[in-house]
């Protein structure tokens, strides 16, 4: 009779769930970390790791001053509508004065930074480890690679007066349903969530209207701070207003100097 533990792969690392590790970990540290449990030490040793990580990016990103983050897919490229519409939002949000922080990938965060570069704003990128699809882009003043991502996911929010939600996959939605939960949850201020692409948005919209809103899963008032736009300027103007009913402005100016110390550092 096979053993149990080493059936289940509880604790066996030739078991089922330890040939799942071998086989599919290839150094990432965060599947890792959610795929089985480890000795009392290793998991000690492992949340001294993520600690940190966790200081690595505060003290990195502190004097990043007001900064907007937008969201978006690395799956469309230069030459997709998606990515010059990015790149718009990048340029106009750079104007008002906002640091602007992506995934820091390619896609539709490499457009976001270069539209912020060219709008001489500050451009952050906070990357992630993953086998395919992601690594920095050209556009960054700065580049913080992490290797888990619910310390990415932190380091994107903390820092953020308004999230930018562009066409993208499941990263995407999971950033934007999280950020929308913090903000319901009272975790985080009241900050705008600003879908652009009606065509793309809308059908996730409705379904949150016709299904979570009717059935009593959220309110209404709990999503008066998300916002469905089909164009950057209309985005723009969202957060020209939010900063004008905040106060922002004084605040924007007085970080110029402290964003330009930063990108010499």
């Known amino acids: ?17 330890g040939l799942r590790v071998k086989r599919l970990v290839n150094g990432h540290a965060e599947k890792v970390f959610l795929s089985r449990r480890g000795s009392r030490f290793q998991e000690a040793i492992r949340v001294l790791k993520i600690a940190k990580e966790f200081i690595y ?4 990103l502190h004097f990043v001053g007001p900064a907007v983050t937008v969201f978006g897919s690395a799956r469309f490229r230069e030459g997709h509508p998606y990515y010059a519409l990015t790149r718009s939002v990048g340029y106009l949000v750079a104007k008002l004065g906002f640091t602007v922080i992506t995934g820091g990938g390619p896609g539709l965060m490499e457009a976001a930074n270069r539209g912020a570069q060219e709008g001489g704003g500050m451009s952050i990128g906070c990357n992630i480890q993953l086998p395919r699809e992601q690594f920095p882009n050209t556009y960054l003043d700065r580049s913080l690679t992490f290797r888990y991502f619910f310390v990415r996911k932190v380091m994107l929010v903390k820092y953020s007066y308004a999230f930018f939600i562009l066409p993208g996959g499941l990263g995407t939605i999971d950033e934007m349903t999280e950020a929308m939960t913090l903000i319901q949850t009272g975790r985080v201020y009241d900050f705008p969530v600003i879908l652009v692409g009606v065509d793309y948005w809308k059908g ?3 379904w949150v209207q016709t299904t979570l809103v009717r059935t009593g899963a959220v309110s209404s008032d709990e999503l008066q701070n998300v916002h469905l736009v089909d164009s950057a300027d209309e985005a723009a103007a969202i957060l020209q207003r939010f900063t004008n009913q905040m106060g922002f402005q004084d605040r924007l100016k007085s970080d110029q100097k402290l964003k330009r110390d930063f990108t010499k550092t």
């Open 57 to 60: 990016g505060f003290q990195t």
């Open 1 to 17: 009779m096979p053993d149990d533990n080493k059936q289940l792969g509880h604790e066996n690392e030739e078991g089922f769930h």
């Open 204 to 206: 996730f919209m409705e």
